[in-house]
């Protein structure tokens, strides 16, 4: 299956743009196939490709009693019985290279955080699951610093790369999508995907909470599709107020049907 999705994905294989979507945490036992098959529902009538995601752990909290998941393998489980139950692909991030191979066991693919794209150790276990690697363009790196990142995946035996932009950090609390960053990572030969909800972070508040601009996620996504980004990210929740992680850049599920439309009517209207 990983073979075959990467090259549809790459070849843009459904004429469309594809999506990585869901929650930015497994909450519960019912959330991911609640929010997987809502989004499914649209996916398939809009004819996008869709790639369900959700974290097993947040390792990147900035205060000791922020809520980081619900046990690793309790996680993962769920995210993969989306998988297997919808008949999708399923994509979760790694953080140290002992979890790239317990995920790759559950995941399609696998996904580096931008903090650690230039973990080569993290980069090299990743590539050897075989699995899709999706690479996170760190929020301190160019776009053609990449090739190095991915160029340690294909070394590890393994070609299906994608990376993401997400962002550039700009002063200490604020985010810039730089959209120069997707025809500059496509020359590199990979799909390149616009990460739209994570691009409107607002880090470091001295709540120890990050912040973030849902009010401009139509803006960046409708951007990043009339550039020409091979797919977009978004991570959505039915009530993002009461999220238990990154609930202020989170798009409300119940917008994401009317977004979508709209973006396709771009693809359509650009290609």
């Keep these: 299956m990983n073979e075959n999705l990467y090259n549809d994905l790459k070849s843009g294989k459904s004429g469309n743009f594809f999506l990585i979507a869901g929650p930015c945490v497994v909450e519960n036992e019912a959330m991911p196939m609640e929010i997987a098959v809502h989004i499914k529902k649209i996916t398939d009538r809009l004819g996008i490709p869709f790639i369900f995601k959700a974290s097993y752990l947040k390792a990147n909290r900035s205060r000791s009693d922020s809520f980081t998941g619900i046990g690793m393998q309790k996680a993962l489980k769920l995210i993969g019985q989306v998988g297997t139950g919808l008949g999708i692909p399923v994509l979760t991030d790694v953080h ?55 160029q340690k995946v294909i070394q590890a ?35 390149v995907v616009v990460d739209i909800t994570h691009s409107l972070q607002q880090p470091n508040q001295s709540s120890g909470v990050t912040g973030g601009r849902p009010d401009l996620i139509e803006t960046i996504a409708k951007a990043a599709i009339a550039v020409g980004a091979d797919g977009i990210f978004i991570e959505t929740h039915p009530d993002p107020a009461n999220a238990k992680s990154d609930g202020a850049n989170m798009l409300p599920l119940a917008q994401l049907d009317s977004l979508l439309e709209k973006l396709v009517r771009i693809r359509k209207a650009v290609y």
């Design 96 to 150: 140290t290279e002992d979890q790239a191979e317990m995920a790759a066991r559950f995941a399609n693919v696998l996904q580096i955080p931008a903090f650690l794209c230039r973990q080569t150790e993290l980069l090299v276990a990743a590539g050897k699951t075989g699995r899709i690697v999706n690479i996170k363009k760190g929020q301190f790196a160019s776009a053609e610093s990449m090739q190095f990142a991915i």
């Design 157 to 191: 035996g393994n070609p299906q790369v994608m990376v993401t932009e997400r962002g550039t950090t700009f002063g200490y609390h604020d985010l810039v999508v730089d959209f120069r960053n997707i025809p500059d990572m496509q020359v590199l030969g990979v799909p």
